[in-house]
């Protein structure tokens, strides 16, 4: 026996035991009041999650796929053409979707471990392009975009293209700002930040969006968002809803807030910094090329030369019960994926660098053991020092 299973990799994220015990409880009505309570307490807290006061949010019984599909088929018409970057597997994932539904996809490549550049945006935005496809957080390479400077590109272009970001393993964890970088379709799914089983998929609209999907996109029944907001403003769903998820949900929703969103942030990147600082004393590299584009919800780790990382993962899993993340794609083999993300502090770090150590003195890395661990706890007594000295000076 290994204790309780350390489940570490970007998503599904350990589920908190409030959550857990707050949806153990019997199916109700969900066309009745208890229930319709329930959805208009939810969708201004989901908002204030996004950080929007104008956006309107759409919850889904589904994954962050079907959000994907949720986000395009509303705002889009058969054969506009979208503007898209390669530089993960989640991103060419998106852009495929957009494929599949029947739009035309200018897809930029760009190195897997890059983030998408301001200036790619501008060099490759075209009148034609009715939408351009960002993933906030690229969930295979640990990599941040700046979607901020996106958008800004869009305008410098004085494009009128919606601005569609996949947001599925950065919100809740990291610094989304709906409303203020403008964006008009946001998507996520509720197994990651929201610290949730698999099960939702959430969208927020724009004004913009939801007045171009009223007058237009593309033929659509589940995921059409209109009777969804309709019925939404009477705490309703025009479908059977995911109705335990959403009693976890108002949980989650409830610890997210009570902590604070600026603290969440804050608590998700002191966690990172000290995983980034247990890489660099195992002697291994960081895949995320740019410093100022580290993920703080994920980390993918390069492997030495000759050292296959499904053997690392094969043998955290089977000797400690610690699940790491597969390199997807290109990177199989190449690189393996610790999250720290969700409902989690520094001793979970800490426990799960310590395995990490393990597994790769057992694979044949000549790493130190113990040096990542101190490494980390050592960044992580700095950021509480400097947050405490801050504190003080405020």
Request: contains cysteine; proline residues 5%; hydrophobic residues 45%.
């Amino acid at each position: 026996m290994n204790g309780r299973p350390f489940l570490q990799i970007p998503g599904p994220t350990n589920v908190p035991e409030r959550v857990l015990r707050a949806m153990d409880r019997a199916v109700i009505d969900h066309r009745g009041p208890a229930f319709a309570a329930l959805v208009r307490g939810l969708l201004p807290d989901l908002a204030r999650v996004f950080q929007t006061e104008r956006g309107r949010v759409i919850v889904y019984p589904s994954s962050g796929t079907g959000a994907w599909e949720a986000s395009l088929v509303n705002v889009l018409a058969p054969g506009d053409r979208v503007l898209a970057f390669d530089h993960g597997h989640f991103s060419a994932g998106f852009a495929a979707a957009a494929r599949n539904l029947g739009f035309g996809v200018d897809l930029v490549p760009l190195r897997w471990g890059q983030s998408v550049p301001a200036s790619a945006v501008a060099e490759h935005l075209r009148p034609e392009h009715r939408a351009v496809l960002v993933v906030h957080n690229e969930t295979s390479t640990g990599v941040r975009s700046d979607v901020r400077a996106v958008r800004e590109a869009i305008d410098a272009k004085r494009s009128d293209a919606l601005l569609i970001v996949d947001a599925v393993s950065s919100l809740g964890s990291m610094d989304f700002r709906f409303d203020e970088w403008r964006v008009d379709v946001a998507l996520t799914g509720s197994q990651k930040g929201l610290m949730l089983p698999p099960g939702l998929g959430l969208v927020c609209a724009s004004p913009r969006a939801v007045e171009v999907a009223a007058k237009g996109g593309s033929p659509r029944n589940f995921f059409d968002w209109r009777p969804i907001l309709e019925d939404n403003a009477a705490g309703f769903f025009p479908y059977t809803p995911a109705t335990l998820v959403l009693f976890g949900l108002r949980e989650a929703l409830d610890m997210l807030l009570a902590e604070g969103l600026d603290q969440v942030f804050a608590r998700h990147h002191r966690l990172a910094e000290g995983v980034r600082a247990a890489v660099r004393a195992w002697g291994l590299g960081i895949l995320c090329e740019e410093p100022g584009a580290y993920s703080d919800s994920l980390t993918a780790v390069v492997m030495p030369e000759g050292l296959d990382s499904n053997l690392l993962i094969a043998r955290a899993r089977d000797r400690f019960d610690l699940a790491l993340g597969v390199g997807l794609g290109r990177l199989r083999g190449r690189v393996f994926r610790i999250g720290h993300l969700g409902a989690l502090g520094e001793l979970e770090v800490l426990a799960t660098l310590g395995g990490v150590e393990l597994a790769l003195r057992e694979c044949g890395h000549a790493v130190a053991l113990g040096t990542g661990v101190a490494a980390a706890q050592e960044r992580f007594l700095v950021t509480e020092r400097t947050a405490a000295e801050a504190g003080l000076r405020a």
